[in-house]
């Protein structure tokens, strides 16, 4: 009896299952459906980055200091590791934007594992979408400045091979360097932090269900799922930063691709 009355305390304080109105921080979901969790995460991770950056550069030593040498490293890292590898001499221009993105995908990724937070706004398909976005209205824009309009079209689609086989390549050409490119990048950085969320929720929550679970023998089980859920936060935390890595490479390597002179 009393087990009943404490689980229905327990559900009155916290209904189940969730509903939409549960994305809205408490107290604000009122004021419109334009300011949700994800966005305070965005924001929260935009003010991040600012942040340590400013502080870290505000009086700048020639003996840099810790915080001095940790924003050189992760910038001089994107600059060296990505930009100047991947694209060229040519791509220093663009080292700024890369480590942008690179700290800002890092951060807002690590949010899946901080107490209180939990989730990564990189689960939500719409802040993937809008950095995939960004990225193809650069490196399109930048095909467009070196090779013109026409030349940019035939650079993007047109393969050298022989000419009976352009019909059949050029759709597939096409169809990658304008939509797949895109649509890729953004679906995979969302599928990898969306599943990561998804496999510590179901850990976490199979953890209690074995708990109450009226066989003695699924009991001690919990602990094993409590175990896997703790495991599974290293390792998310070890794809938030790959996953990062990869959307920056890849921009990068979209980049030098609409750069070069030749397909």
Same mark, same amino acid.
């Given at each position: 009896?009393?087990?009943?009355?404490?689980?229905?305390? &327990?559900?009155?304080?916290?209904? =189940?299952?969730?509903? &939409?109105?549960?994305?809205?921080?408490?107290?604000?979901?009122?004021?419109?459906?334009? !300011?949700?969790?994800?966005?305070? $995460?965005?924001? /929260?991770?935009?003010?991040?980055?600012?942040?340590?950056?400013?502080?870290?550069?505000? #009086?700048?030593?020639?003996?840099?200091?810790?915080?001095?040498?940790?924003?050189?490293?992760?910038?001089?890292?994107?600059?060296?590791?990505?930009?100047?590898?991947?694209?060229?001499?040519?791509?220093?221009?663009?080292?700024?934007?890369?480590?942008?993105?690179?700290?800002?995908?890092?951060?807002? #990724?690590?949010?899946?594992?901080?107490?209180?937070?939990?989730?990564?706004?990189?689960?939500?398909?719409?802040?993937?979408?809008?950095? @995939?976005?960004?990225?193809?209205?650069?490196?399109?824009?930048?095909?467009?400045?070196?090779?013109?309009?026409?030349?940019?079209?035939?650079? @993007?689609?047109?393969?050298?091979?022989?000419?009976?086989?352009?019909? /059949?390549?050029?759709?597939?050409?096409?169809?990658?360097?304008?939509?797949? %490119?895109?649509?890729?990048?953004? /679906?995979?950085? $969302?599928? #990898?932090? $969306? @599943?990561?969320?998804?496999?510590?929720?179901?850990?976490?929550?199979?953890?209690?269900?074995?708990?109450?679970?009226?066989?003695?023998?699924?009991?001690?089980?919990?602990?094993?799922?409590?175990?896997?859920?703790?495991? !599974?936060?290293?390792?998310?935390?070890?794809? @938030?930063?790959? %996953?990062?890595?990869? =959307?920056?490479?890849?921009?990068? #390597?979209?980049?030098?691709?609409? /750069?070069?002179?030749?397909?």
């Amino acid at each position: 009896m009393e087990r009943d009355v404490v689980s229905g305390l &327990v559900l009155a304080e916290a209904p =189940f299952p969730p509903s &939409v109105n549960d994305i809205f921080p408490p107290n604000i979901g009122d004021i419109g459906p334009w !300011l949700s969790k994800f966005t305070l $995460f965005i924001w /929260l991770a935009v003010a991040i980055v600012l942040i340590f950056f400013l502080v870290s550069y505000r #009086n700048p030593k020639l003996v840099p200091t810790k915080k001095q040498w940790l924003a050189e490293s992760v910038y001089g890292f994107v600059r060296e590791g990505v930009a100047k590898d991947v694209i060229g001499h040519e791509g220093l221009r663009f080292a700024p934007y890369l480590a942008s993105l690179f700290c800002f995908i890092l951060v807002a #990724n690590v949010f899946a594992i901080v107490p209180f937070i939990q989730v990564s706004p990189m689960a939500h398909i719409a802040f993937p979408l809008m950095l @995939a976005l960004c990225t193809y209205a650069l490196y399109l824009y930048q095909g467009v400045k070196k090779h013109g309009f026409l030349g940019y079209l035939k650079h @993007a689609t047109v393969l050298p091979a022989p000419w009976f086989m352009q019909p /059949l390549l050029l759709p597939i050409e096409a169809l990658q360097a304008f939509i797949l %490119q895109p649509a890729t990048l953004a /679906l995979r950085l $969302f599928a #990898n932090m $969306f @599943a990561g969320h998804m496999l510590l929720l179901v850990f976490t929550l199979g953890g209690f269900a074995l708990l109450n679970a009226e066989s003695l023998f699924l009991k001690p089980i919990s602990v094993i799922s409590w175990g896997m859920t703790i495991l !599974l936060t290293f390792f998310e935390l070890l794809v @938030a930063a790959l %996953q990062a890595y990869v =959307f920056t490479l890849l921009t990068a #390597n979209y980049l030098a691709g609409t /750069l070069a002179e030749e397909h």
